[in-house]
């Protein structure tokens, strides 16, 4: 922890310019008038009662999903294990689908999808929910249980969401596998979750290529035990080789299923999906969330933060392989009644513009994306949306990692022609929900900061011994008080959950333990929270998240590296780019090394994924470590960021070897 406060420490100094951010936006007074709560006392006012009773309040808002039996307890603590509404019985499919087929939205379209390659379709409540009842009877055909694991490795395609809905609705955990991650990968998020199914697709468009999805799961499925069959949606026309017995078309088990399938009544409590994140350490945590209190929170965010409508065209660039494209293109937006613009591919394909010819033909009014896109739209120049009539948008949203003030200022003019609210949305796989942001109806926005959290969230920046930080006083951020979209553990692991999240600020006899982020923070006079980002060795790059301990051990495989230390720079575009300190073992003598930089990078992409490829590969004869044997990435960051070392190098076992890092750095 002391290297962790040192980070943060060391952070908090970087923020120094975005301190002297004094811009301030109040709310459009007409998106004010027509919006959910549309004034600041308004939201004080919900803010203050949600605060005098945090349950009573998310029980207020649990009675806006439906529920097969009402629940007897709304919550249940046993430090660090949370119940919400217990008792209670209900279904997500049923939530996001057959609420709405009594009303007039059954005819409405829930998912307006583009292929990249230009094809579209649009599936309405009805037709979606027809879809689902199919794949989940196709499923229970193929043996699948009440709560049994199913992988779900796609590209954004509908049925991405077809097969997570079916899973939701016979009560199966889904387990949804970014589609850019390697066979590697899939492999180790399968066997950790004992998933007994994989859905798959053939091969999925991107930047005009095809990624070839089936034949990295046959890689994956070679040593994973668990999985007896294989569902594959045909995407493309291209030739894919089927295992027989295992594998089977998604047209052919869909085309005999039936249209009908009750939903399973399910417990609040039972689990909805994992999803794997990076931890600090080299394994991925696999999260877990459950049913009501993430319905719940979900709900209720996307219809405050988004300020949803029922004319809205709702456009989340996230990709359902990450928890923002669960929460808020899936759950949230369908529990809703929203319709979701989904598009397949690359923003700059076939130009830079597709997003917003997107929005222009589609008349979306909702965006929600990334610093990190937000970033690459300004180096590609405002030409592109300047070719497009973007006068239906009317709200933007950003998420996954601080956003820089230009950005924000860029993003409010070029793409929101002034006149759109920002909503900066702080929150992560773990917290299932947004935790905190403006209300873009009540809230002044500053470029930078999440604002304020939401009512019935209750978080603080706080020092190492627990006291609140002072105004811009940089300090760890917390959350004090569990809340409904809560984690309920690391699957298969509750000692790391306790460790990973609540042995910082553990439950003494005097104190109630509080939930650790891993960012660090600071809070201004007006209370507004700036992230300063992570104190943990996790890195944020374009927006995902990383463990160096992950990518340090994918490097470590290779047979030529002893030793591995990424670390990251700051990075115009992706927010950090990765560095790699690699030392190599004597094998490597004579090797090229320019060559052996390009095998080696190569090699993190086929272990992990493309996100994680180093984009700088260093060699060293030997890496800083403490006596005790730790690398200290501390003072490698040191040497990437400033080229120099000027921190605190009393616990460095051999001084020399800064030295030659430093030497190496200058060729
Ligand atoms: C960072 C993504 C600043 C933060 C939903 C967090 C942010 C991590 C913001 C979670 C934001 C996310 N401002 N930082 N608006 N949103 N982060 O699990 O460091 O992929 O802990 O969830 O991203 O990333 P995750």
């Known amino acids: 922890m002391v290297l962790a406060m040192a980070k943060a420490k060391e952070e908090s100094t970087r923020i120094s310019s975005v301190m002297n951010e004094h811009r301030m936006f109040p709310p459009p007074k007409t998106f004010a008038r027509s919006s959910h709560v549309g004034s600041k006392t308004a939201l004080k006012n919900l803010i203050d009662a949600a605060s005098a009773d945090i349950v009573g309040f998310w029980e207020e808002q649990a009675k806006d999903i439906v529920w097969f039996a009402p629940w007897k307890k709304p919550f249940v603590w046993k430090h660090p294990l949370a119940q919400w509404f217990v008792g209670g019985t209900t279904n997500a499919s049923m939530n996001c689908l057959d609420r709405h087929l009594g009303t007039w939205r059954r005819t409405k379209a829930a998912i307006i999808w583009e292929g990249e390659p230009g094809d579209t379709r649009t599936l309405t409540y009805q037709q979606l929910h027809s879809e689902v009842c199919k794949a989940a009877n196709a499923l229970l055909g193929l043996g699948v249980k009440k709560g049994d694991v199913v992988a779900i490795y796609m590209g954004m395609v509908p049925e991405a969401v077809v097969a997570m809905l079916a899973c939701a609705r016979i009560g199966a955990t889904h387990n949804v596998v970014f589609g850019g991650f390697s066979s590697e990968a899939l492999r180790e998020r399968i066997n950790d979750s004992h998933a007994v199914l994989l859905i798959t697709q053939d091969a999925a468009w991107r930047r005009g290529e095809l990624v070839h999805l089936k034949a990295a799961a046959d890689v994956s499925l070679k040593a994973c035990k668990s999985v007896k069959h294989v569902v594959v949606l045909q995407r493309t026309s291209e030739r894919t080789s089927m295992k027989a017995g295992r594998d089977h078309w998604w047209h052919e088990v869909l085309a005999g299923a039936s249209r009908v399938n009750e939903p399973a009544k399910l417990p609040s409590e039972h689990p909805l999906f994992i999803l794997y994140t990076s931890g600090s350490t080299g394994k991925p945590k696999g999260i877990l969330h459950t049913t009501g209190g993430y319905l719940t929170q979900v709900a209720y965010t996307t219809k405050m933060v988004f300020d949803l409508r029922d004319d809205d065209v709702y456009f989340c660039t996230a990709d359902i392989g990450w928890v923002t494209g669960h929460s808020y293109i899936v759950y949230g937006p369908l529990m809703n009644g929203a319709t979701i613009m989904m598009y397949e591919g690359a923003p700059n394909w076939p ?179 700036w992230i300063i980002g992570r104190v943990d060795d996790v890195v944020n790059v374009s927006g995902h998240r990383l463990g160096t301990a992950e990518i340090e051990s994918a490097l470590v495989s290779h047979k030529h590296v002893a030793e591995a230390a990424v670390v990251a720079r700051p990075d115009e575009v992706k927010g950090n780019a990765l560095v790699a300190f690699v030392s190599l073992k004597s094998s490597a003598k004579g090797v090229n090394l320019d060559k052996l930089r390009e095998e080696l990078r190569n090699h993190v992409a086929d272990e992990i994924g493309h996100i994680a490829k180093p984009d700088e590969v260093r060699f060293a004869d030997a890496l800083p470590k403490t006596r005790s044997g730790k690398i200290m990435r501390r003072l490698l960051r040191e040497i990437v960021v400033g080229g120099s070392v000027n921190g605190d190098v009393s616990t460095l076992e051999d001084a020399g070897v800064l030295e030659r890092l430093r030497l190496n750095d200058d060729e």
């Open 351 to 529: 130009e830079p513009d597709r997003f917003w010819d997107i929005i222009e033909r589609n008349a979306v009014s909702i965006f929600y994306t990334a610093p990190t896109a937000i970033r690459a739209f300004m180096k590609w120049g405002e030409s592109w949306p300047r070719k497009h009539d973007l006068s239906s948008l009317r709200l933007l949203g950003t998420v996954g990692e601080p956003i820089n003030p230009e950005a924000w200022m860029w993003y409010h003019s070029v793409i929101g022609g002034e006149r759109c609210p920002i909503v900066d949305t702080w929150w992560q796989t773990e917290t299932g929900a947004i935790m905190i942001s403006p209300l873009p109806g009540a809230t002044v926005t500053k470029p930078g900061t999440a604002t304020k959290p939401l009512p019935g969230i209750l978080v603080d920046v706080v020092q190492k011994d627990g006291t609140s930080c002072k105004a811009n006083e940089g300090g760890l951020l917390v959350v004090k008080h569990p809340w409904p979209s809560m984690l309920r553990t690391i699957y298969g692991n509750d000692e790391r959950y306790r460790e990973a999240y609540w042995s910082e600020f553990p439950k003494t006899r005097s104190h109630p333990g509080w939930y650790f982020t891993g960012d660090g923070a600071r809070r201004d006079k007006d209370g507004y929270i």
